[in-house]
Each structure stands twice: as structure tokens, then as C-alpha cells.
């Protein structure tokens, strides 16, 4: 199946350490730049359904504010409880200082 791509934002807008939202054929997504690259996932977190993108970026995870559960940004994999169930992670690339996400 080849993955559509959708465009998302310019790539000045996603500022590094920040997390920025967007909704994709309806699945809100938080993307995020951590050490220069660019990463999305669900904005929803899968404990208590707190909006990751109100959350903060520490060592490549992002964290959600409600009770600090944290997701990996490259896999989506829960690296803090009290989540214990992973987030959607996916592609995403950038052409000509724009960039695109794929949800599937």
C-alpha cells in the first residue's frame, strides 16, 4: 500500500525542543523537532487521553502534561508509566521547507 503524505506546515514553523499540533484525516498529531529532526505522533495520550501537544520534549520522548507519561518520538513506545500502551509514530519528510506527514 503506498502511503499517502500530507502536507502539514512550512518547516520554520517547528521549532526545536517545541511541539506543534495538527489533525490529519481526522487523527490530531503532534509533531515535534528534537536534535534537528522532525517527528510525528498521536497528539493523544493513550493513559488519561492528555493532549501530548501541550506536553514538553525531554531526551527524544515526549511527555504528556496531565501525569507525565512519556512516548518515544522515533517509535511511539511508552518510555514512562503510568501509560502502558504505545502512540501511533509515522513517517514523516520534508521537501522544499515544507513538510509532510503519512497517516495511513
Known amino acids: 500500500m503506498v502511503q499517502e503524505f500530507v502536507k502539514v506546515c512550512d518547516e520554520i514553523e517547528i521549532v526545536e525542543g517545541k511541539i506543534m499540533t495538527a489533525e490529519i484525516k481526522k487523527r490530531p498529531i503532534a509533531i515535534a523537532r528534537y536534535e534537528g529532526k522532525l517527528y510525528a505522533v498521536d497528539n493523544i495520550c493513550t493513559h488519561d487521553g ?15 502534561p496531565r501525569h507525565g507519561a512519556r512516548f518515544d518520538l522515533k517509535t511511539g513506545q511508552v518510555k514512562r508509566m503510568p501509560a502502558i500502551l504505545g502512540i501511533g509514530a509515522y513517517e514523516i519528510k520534508v521537501e522544499n521547507g515544507q513538510v509532510f506527514v503519512a497517516i495511513p
Open 50 to 64: 492528555g493532549h501530548l501537544g501541550e506536553g514538553n520534549v525531554i531526551k527524544g520522548q515526549v511527555q504528556c
